[in-house]
């Protein structure tokens, strides 16, 4: 089973694709996509929506995993990462994949054990699970470990 | 000139589409997507960006206009609010239209000539601008109504 991992965020949209195989978790991408700070908003969109449409058809992964939205930042933030955030989930339903959310404490406890762990400990725990030469960047690393967290726990609700 | 109005709701998103002529502005279509009351998110998402896609595939609209978010509501809404509004206004980069932003009080001004007035206000008045047999729907008359707007007072920045 072949699992993407997307942590859309204001300003970078992280992804990370995982494939859950009897012998284990093999890591194949991962990656930030970084629309340039002088985008207007339906340009960001666009570019976060087309680069993950690539992937998806590049990769035919069998489910799309994606972060619930942490609700401690000020209302226009949310607003914006809500509609980055739809144009990401989008791409599932275009390819016929189910959607999986999982809350930053779910992703934290089930990749480093402990619900509280900081960027660094993800990105660490990514590295070491994935058997990958370095840690990945922030934002690619939490797409990762919400693949991960789809592999260890596969849940049954889809988003 | 073609101007594609849209007015993305939580539950309803209303569209229509008139055409700027020398002559007057003339009513060319109207309508509103209602994905069902049970549909998981990405469901939703997709059929107001397939049925978009669509409409702005048949009728090539020059420029796609949409209702600033209105910041009384729930954080929750407005999240939800936000996820649709943005698989709403990515069709339009995909298709290489600029995007216009109108907030409710604009459209009312522009339209009623009083930025507090009614739905049934605003629904009276676009019947008569386009001389339509009856008054559409409420989010319908909106986003006409956004497209009129757009066609009196034709902005500048694009967002």
């Known amino acids: 089973m072949i699992i993407l991992g997307i942590d859309p965020g204001t300003r970078v949209t992280g992804y990370g694709i995982v494939e859950k195989t009897p012998g284990g978790i093999l890591h194949l991408e991962h990656g930030e996509i970084r629309p340039s700070r002088g985008s207007v908003l339906s340009e960001s969109l666009r570019m976060v929506f087309e680069t993950l449409l690539e992937i998806v058809d590049r990769r035919k992964p069998d489910v799309l995993v994606i972060e619930t939205i942490f609700y401690g930042k000020n209302v ?84």
Request: aromatic share 4%; glycine share 6%.
């Open 76 to 159: 226009k933030s949310l607003i914006r990462q809500g509609h980055l955030r739809g144009a990401a989930m989008l791409t599932a339903p275009l390819r016929g994949l189910p959607v999986y959310e999982y809350s930053p404490l779910e992703v934290k406890q089930a990749v480093v054990g402990y619900g509280r762990a900081e960027k660094r400990q993800i990105q660490h725990m990514v590295k070491a699970l994935l058997n990958l030469p370095s840690p990945p960047p922030a934002d690619a690393s939490d797409a990762l470990a919400m693949a991960i967290c789809h592999a260890h726990t596969m849940k049954k609700e889809t988003a």
